[in-house]
């Protein structure tokens, strides 16, 4: 690990694309990266998981959303870009619906 080579000993490592544990958080990290990093200061934050405020949070967007009538999120018609899927064009379509399919590109 680079920054243990260069002396950082004191890390904190947060897994910003999982909200729970999952299995890529517990080995890539925990196993690939903390024992790489052979230093008892290289931590992995906790997933959120079942916290409180964050299932609160979920319900607070739901809701909100439900109370639009929108069937998805404008973000939901978003696609990665250079992506060529046309699995993945055809599921953001389905969300999209058909008022709001001339969105998806």
Do not use: W
Request: proline share 4%; hydrophobic share 35%.
């Amino acid at each position: 690990m680079e920054y243990v080579k260069r002396g950082q000993s004191d890390l904190i490592l947060v897994p910003v694309a999982f909200t729970s544990d999952h299995i890529e958080t517990l080995y890539e990290l925990d196993l690939e990266v903390m024992e790489e990093a052979n230093s008892p200061g290289v931590k992995r934050a906790e997933s959120l998981n079942g916290n409180p405020v964050f299932i609160q949070g979920l319900a607070d967007l739901a809701h909100e959303h439900l109370q639009k009538g929108e069937p998805c999120s404008a973000q939901m018609t978003l696609r990665c870009q250079g992506c060529r899927s046309e699995r993945c064009l055809e599921q953001k379509k389905f969300f999209a619906g058909e008022q709001h399919q001339s969105l998806v590109l």
